[in-house]
């Protein structure tokens, strides 16, 4: 089975600290020969895009890029907004679309969200659709009904679905790995079992290899240890093993 590693790298990265680590990943890559059964996803900053683009380009790397988000349209008169057509020309593959803190800090809702994956779609681009539930939501016992309810609208466009608790983002307390289980198997009949999911909050070296063991589970979406070298090749290289012995 294909692993899927998504390192979000949000906002924590220079562009000169993107294009380090790049490098040095494409050493490991290389050393390690990792690409067969895991599929590696970098999400820079949209200002280090191109020149993480550049750095694997150059080095014939299977490594993937993913834009942290895209605008609804490819041009016009929308100031600030990043063309998912020139995002696909600069290198990207993927799209991150609704992340939990572009829904909360850029008070993006579901008909926007669902926007963005149409144009992002149009220009190419595969789909990292993220949804997630407070704890609110979770304690008041609404959780994969909010969850099933962001993803309606948008799953037969989606080419991967991250689910990330929102209070187990960047908290070091990610959820209980049985409830992940569940929220899993309530997305794969949501969305269909053909769509890979993966899971997102406080994933760190000590914990993937009990996610990525999950039913219904093909991944991981790392944010805070996916910014240094140590901690987001340990995550690659546990991915690895787990692959390996599911091959035997
Ligand atoms: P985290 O972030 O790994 O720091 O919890 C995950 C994410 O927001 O994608």
Redesign the pocket.
Known sequence: MKRYIVA?W?LYLSVAKSVQLAQQLVRFERAQKIGRDVEVILAPSMLALSAVALVLKQARSKIKIAAQDCWIADEGAFTGATSPRELRRAGASFVLIG???RRQHGGEDDALLAKKVAAARAAGLKIIF?VGETKEERNAGRAHSIVRGQVRGVKSEIDLL?Y?PRW????GLPIEPHEAAQMHEVLAKEAGNDVPICY????SEKNVAQFLSLPHTNGV??????STYASLTAIISNARKLSERSLV
Do not use: D, M
């Open positions: 979000n949000k992340h939990s803190e993220c991250a990330e187990a983002i960047g908290t997102g909050g406080s994933v979406l790392i944010g805070t240890a996916s």
